[in-house]
């Protein structure tokens, strides 16, 4: 697997760049500042861009994704439940330019398919009602919704702490423990790591 992670933009977000080293067929996840430096990054990397991924549609993680998907000609594919959150930024903040309709509307348990790699949905709502996770054979890209020893915050409109923490039970801490977290913004943990000692988890639930 080809694997490139970007810490875009003024929130410091994560955006990734990923694919198969076979098909060159590639996908970035989050593209949320800084076009011109992703895609500079994805012609270094010789990837064909099919899909764009979004974990939610926080401003800091598609702040870039009209400029990226005009020049991809990519899919972007966002959970059901968060399409609406595309038009529609929180506290009054503006995008840059108006996001791109998604072009595939994800449920939990569907397949993203890239190459030979594999993608599965995971809907993990709480830090937005339709954020989703996307898991692959080691690795989980969690977007806001997990962290190296934090969660996503839960004070935005949409938002629930304790749904958030359920998502997390449920779809994430399900996984291996030797499970890599690439979260949305942060270094990377494993799912062992944070089982063990993330203090979000170990309150009462």
């Known amino acids: ?17 990923i694919g198969d080293e076979t098909t ?44 990226v998907k005009k020049a991809t000609g990519a899919e972007v594919v966002i959970h059901e439940q968060e ?7 929180p506290f009054g903040l503006e995008l840059p330019k108006p996001a791109p309709k998604p072009d595939k509307l994800a449920k939990d348990g569907d397949i993203i398919h890239l190459g030979k790699l594999e993608f ?5 709502p709480g830090h ?5 996770c996307l898991y692959t054979k080691g690795i989980v890209f969690s977007g806001d919704t997990l962290f190296n020893f934090s969660v996503g915050r839960a004070d935005f409109p949409g938002a629930d702490f304790d749904q958030e923490i359920e998502s997390i039970w449920q779809k994430l801490m399900t996984l291996p423990d030797e499970t890599t977290v690439l979260p949305g913004h942060g270094s990377q943990t494993t799912i062992g790591f944070e089982k063990r000692g993330n203090p979000f988890l170990h309150g009462e639930r």
């Open 1 to 17: 697997m080809i694997l490139r992670r970007l810490e875009l933009g003024a929130y410091a977000a994560n955006c990734y760049i």
């Open 24 to 67: 060159k067929e590639g996908m970035i996840i989050d593209p949320g500042a800084e076009a011109d430096f992703i895609l500079k990054q994805v012609k270094e990397s010789g990837l064909t861009i099919k899909v764009i991924a979004l974990t939610h549609g926080h401003i800091d993680h598609i702040g870039a994704l009209g400029v």
């Open 83 to 89: 399409a609406a959150a595309l038009q529609r930024q």
């Open 120 to 124: 599965k949905v995971l809907h993990t």
């Open 128 to 132: 937005t009602p339709g954020g989703m």
